[in-house]
């Protein structure tokens, strides 16, 4: 499929560990759309949404919660099975939904750990990288697998392999357990997307990628260090 996303239950374990819904996609044509869309085929029809009016307090996103919440998200994808037409913002951004989302998380907010895994080694690393989560205390109320072709540029964070996000409240035992998630994806080969980063060591990083020798020459060589500044650069010694 040209789209293709899994939404992972990130707290099954055992046979159900990786139980995901899978959402497969392909560009509408215009004999599939109802005669009332031709005239604006790329509008995105006003819908209701869903509203977070306040943060939610430290303990609502626990290991019962989490699990209830990914039980309820599966069971209602069942109800969806098949093919039907929808519009872009619903498939790519389905958070956009609810209005103030990150809420949900606390005042505290959350960190996203992301990594992409080579292909060779991705089914031992993903199965790694579930299992941790899925024993930790803290929950991934988010978990989404996307695969990812070669990279197309010097410095771009795709390889061919599959790319794994999570979401986690912040508190110490995320921190601790991201570190983890860090030391697993260094042995199976992958890297992080640094657009998604807000605590990784300086180590992690240079021991994920080979090319940042070369991206530090760079930043000297065109004075970007001097422009392009920025306490994630200083933390990651870039």
Not at 32 to 42: E, H, Q, S, V, W
Request: aromatic share 10%; proline share 5%; glycine share 6%.
């Amino acid at each position: 499929a040209t789209y293709s996303v899994a939404r992972i239950a990130g707290r099954a374990r055992g046979k159900s560990l990786g139980r995901s819904l899978v959402s497969l996609a392909e560009h509408a044509r215009r004999d599939d759309l109802p005669a009332a869309r031709l005239k604006a085929p790329f509008d995105v029809p006003a819908k209701a949404r869903w509203k977070m009016p306040v943060d939610a307090p430290s303990f609502a996103l626990s290991r019962l919660t989490v699990g209830a919440f990914n039980a309820l998200n599966f069971r209602i994808g069942g109800w969806q099975l098949g093919p039907r037409l929808v519009d872009w913002r619903s498939f790519f951004y389905p958070l956009d939904a609810i209005e103030n989302w990150n809420r949900i998380y606390g005042r505290k907010g959350f960190a996203q750990f992301q990594c992409v895994l080579p292909l060779q080694s991705a089914p031992e690393g993903l199965e790694a990288l579930l299992k941790v989560t899925s024993q930790a205390k803290t929950g991934s109320f988010l978990a989404v697998l996307k695969r990812l072709g070669a990279q197309e540029s010097a410095f771009s964070f795709p390889m061919k392999g599959y790319t794994l996000a999570l979401d986690f409240p912040i508190n110490p035992a995320t921190l601790r357990l991201m570190t983890e998630l860090d030391r697993i994806t260094l042995d199976h080969g992958g890297r992080f997307y640094l657009a998604k980063d807000a605590r990784m060591s300086a180590d992690t990083f240079a021991a994920s990628d080979a090319r940042i020798a070369a991206f530090r020459s760079r930043r000297q060589h065109s004075r970007w260090e001097e422009d392009f500044a920025s306490a994630q650069s200083k933390r990651l010694r870039l």
